[in-house]
């Protein structure tokens, strides 16, 4: 097997997220379903960012706010994503790499510019996301880079990122990739009108290709296609060898074969913004899997990690969750 060098390797869109504070009437306004992502043209990107209240600029991305919180972890990360040579994707490439992430992507020079998420944040701390997809549709199995896959660990597959017909070939790429390394595949089903769109797409991933898969509790019952989360439960316990599944405030139950977790969520004072809590479990998670923490402490470090997130505006660390995580894994 090629030697180690990344704990996880994150495949997903290369975005700068602008977050606002709205209300319920702004986005009744412009037609938005709340708590959900949807994909946006350019036109309707510019009308809403006209008519978005004063923004915050940060780099995002769900695969790559996972890998961001790996690094905050103290987990060795790296990123495959398409930005363009411009202004956000400066932006981009310089946040990502000072979160202590690898990030080789060449730019492209040519076509869409950097993709941007405009995400209107309620007072109820619901996050609505109206996604322009930019130079990330371009993203396609020439930019996979085999050697960086057979060097990590784990490879982390974004959901969001198959909706671009060309980064399904990417995904299939990577993901053989990965097991003829002998690596481990996992994904994130990312959002239930992702999983509606290509659902048996989804299914056979998860069939044929991955070993451990994050979803919460809407996505993996769409995924299914029951209407009560046990149904879903027992799908998929024995459809992919390890699911981590997020319930907000119930926690998380992590379920392999006949053994199953249930994971308490971490107190939080105060839910300020639910922007990236499940990429932030997911990075919780992983750091535990490739530091050969059992399920359990897994299930733990992803909450801590995600309870740190929803307790401010944005979905990167605002503190070191190696500090938080130390708690854990030292059993204080």
Do not use: W
């Not at 020439?142 to 050697?147: K, L, P, R, V």
């Not at 980064?167 to 999983?195: H, N, T």
């Not at 899997?289 to 401010?312: F, K, M, N």
């Amino acid at each position: 097997m090629t030697e180690t060098t990344y704990d996880v390797v994150g495949i997903g869109n290369a975005i700068v997220d602008v977050l606002a504070h709205a209300d319920d009437a702004l986005l009744q306004e412009n037609g938005l379903a709340k708590g959900a992502m949807t994909i946006i043209d350019a036109d309707r990107a510019e009308s809403l960012y006209a008519a978005m209240g004063p923004g915050i600029e940060a780099s995002g991305g769900s695969a790559a706010n996972t890998i961001a919180g790996l690094a905050s972890l103290g987990g060795r990360g790296a990123f495959i994503g398409k930005c363009r040579d411009d202004q956000l994707g400066n932006v981009f490439q310089h946040d990502i790499r000072a979160a202590g992430v690898a990030f080789d992507s060449t730019p492209a020079t040519t076509g869409a510019p950097t993709a941007r998420c405009l995400i209107f944040v309620t007072p109820d701390a619901q996050r609505t996301m109206q996604t322009f997809l930019g130079a990330c549709v371009d993203l396609g199995p020439e930019d996979i880079d085999t050697d960086v896959i057979a060097a990590s660990e784990v490879v982390y597959l974004e959901g969001y990122l198959y909706d671009p017909p060309r980064a399904k070939e990417a995904f299939i790429k990577a993901a053989q990739a990965a097991k003829s390394a002998g690596r481990r595949v996992s994904l994130s089903l990312s959002d239930p009108f992702c999983v509606d769109r290509h659902r048996e797409a989804f299914l056979d991933l998860v069939a044929n290709h991955v070993d451990i898969l994050f979803a919460n509790e809407d996505e993996i019952k769409s995924l299914y296609q029951v209407d009560e989360f046990d149904a879903a439960l027992q799908h998929v316990r024995g459809h992919c060898e390890i699911a981590a599944l997020t319930r907000s405030e119930k926690g998380s139950i992590v379920v392999s074969g006949d053994e199953v977790h249930v994971i308490d969520a971490e107190p939080v004072e105060k839910v300020i913004d639910t922007t990236g809590a499940g990429d932030a479990y997911a990075a919780g998670f992983l750091y535990g899997i490739t530091q050969g923490y059992d399920l359990a402490t897994c299930g733990r470090l992803g909450g801590i990690a995600s309870a740190e997130i929803i307790s401010h505006f944005g979905a990167r660390p605002e503190q070191p969750l190696a500090q938080l995580a130390a708690k854990v894994v030292s059993g204080t």
